[in-house]
């Protein structure tokens, strides 16, 4: 089918550009706002009473979150996925491949494993079972897992494999994964009209700003699924409504609900990668399936742990009508008395 007759990815990743390859992005926006509707939502279930935290260390607990998601994102993306950014290094700043975050690469496992590591270290120094804490924490995870997938649509990134469907999307950063004889022929079409890039990434702003450059490249295209829109909906919206149905029970046992977070965004994240392009220059693994579905896999044995965690602690009761803020005692998994 003619790649015309498709949706034409032509959003700038800027919502404010000040020159180059430097401004201000959507995907920075969306871990703003993830952050912040986080905050939010962490201070409604402590005034709720399903989080025994003061206000103040409910602020603290986000500062703890913020380090946990930043280093922990970035570190995981270059273990899992791009190891060879710790050797590369550069004569203009940030100078390390570690470091050039304004060019995206975070990986969702990576930030899981740091936001676990500074809940442990937040519980211990504050005193409070660290299953509560995490129990809270991924009830609002979902909120920027939501943000981080629409900003990761808008930059075109991360986007899925070949199909006719009606909604399926023509972005035009594939080109940057191109073998060099199919690039040679866009810019081949691209020169007879007059247009000379020479850069990708000028090629990608006249892409989004020049219908006519547009025009000739969109046949070059191959039709997409959203996946990204796909995992926001899936990972983002389901996974939110799960984890509040069941997170705002009066009666839970602690880790319950950390467990259904990792058993269902490992179901929703290996079923979402059937419709994702894997990531170039990895591929298909084992088995014929993704780096991010291995990797989910690995989710939902973390999630038969924590269920079974659970299983071991006590049935918490919670009173939606009389908010506490009483730290529970830290114990073994859970500090609650039976019920």
């Known amino acids: 089918m003619n790649p015309q007759h498709f949706y034409l990815h032509r959003i700038s990743p800027y919502i404010l550009r000040f020159g180059g390859q ?35 260390d409910v602020d603290a607990l986000l500062t703890y979150l913020i380090i946990g ?21 550069t004569a203009s700043p940030p100078f390390w491949g570690v470091l050039a975050i304004n060019q995206g690469g975070m990986s969702s496992h990576g930030g899981f494993l740091g936001v676990w590591l500074v809940i442990i270290l937040f519980a ?9 804490v995490g129990d809270a924490v991924v009830m609002s995870a979902p909120v920027g897992l939501f943000f981080g997938r629409l900003a990761n649509f808008v930059n075109g990134e991360l986007y899925g494999r070949p199909s006719v469907v009606p909604w399926a999307v023509c972005f035009p950063t594939e080109i940057m994964n191109w073998s060099t004889q199919r690039l040679n022929q866009l810019t081949g079409a691209l020169a007879e009209k007059g247009f000379i ?25 191959t039709p997409r699924h959203p996946s990204q829109i ?46 994702r392009e894997p990531d170039a220059g990895i591929g298909y693994q084992i088995l ?22 659970s299983m071991m602690n006590p049935i918490v009761k919670y009173n939606h009508a009389q908010p506490s803020h009483q730290k529970p005692a830290q114990g073994k998994g859970s500090s609650h008395p039976h019920s």
């Not at 090629?203 to 490249?217: K, M, P, S």
């Not at 880790?255 to 929703?268: D, E, K, P, S, W």
């Not at 014929?288 to 965690?309: D, H, P």
């Open 22 to 56: 430097f401004g201000l992005r959507w995907y920075g926006l969306s871990y703003v706002a993830g952050f912040i509707v986080g905050l939010f939502l962490l201070r409604y279930l402590s005034q709720k009473g399903l989080l025994k935290l003061l206000p103040n």
């Open 69 to 89: 998601v930043l280093i922990g994102g970035r570190l995981g993306y270059i273990l899992f996925y791009q190891p060879s950014l710790l050797l590369q290094l």
């Open 124 to 132: 211990k120094r504050h005193g409070v079972s660290w299953l509560h």
């Open 197 to 221: 890039y020479d850069s990708t990434e000028r090629l990608l702003d006249a892409i989004r700003n020049n219908d006519t450059v547009a025009n000739i490249v969109q046949p070059f295209l």
């Open 230 to 275: 796909y995992e926001a909906l899936l990972e983002g919206i389901c996974l939110f409504a799960i984890l509040w149905w069941f997170g705002m029970k009066r009666s839970r046992r602690d880790g319950r609900i950390t467990a259904l977070f990792f058993l269902c965004y490992g179901v929703m994240r290996i079923f979402a990668e059937q419709f």
């Open 288 to 309: 014929g399936l993704t780096r991010g579905q291995l990797l989910s896999f690995g989710m939902l044995f973390i999630g038969a742990v924590f269920w079974y965690i």
